[in-house]
């Protein structure tokens, strides 16, 4: 992969191996949001219900995602970070 510096005032985060390059001080589901996941990112283990932005405030649980290999993270809780891995998907936690 070749990759041109991020710009001061973006970092580069990788989404389900998919290179990002997103605003500084955003949190993981505003990324995801800009990348244009507004129907969700993740689904329920039983109904296989789709998930995302919610509350955007830590409360619902619904925006879950694996973050540098931490599952089961509120990404509207976590700021975005030079080199992050994001997973998406259905979360074990
Ligand atoms: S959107 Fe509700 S906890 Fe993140």
Redesign the pocket.
Known sequence: MTSSPAPDDHVRITVDDVPLSVPVRRTV?AALMLEGRQAGWRVTRRAGAERG???????????LATVDGRPGL????VQVADGMDVRTGTVDV
């Open positions: 589901a932005l919610f509350c955007g405030i830590g409360v619902c649980y619904d925006c509120r990404t509207c809780l």
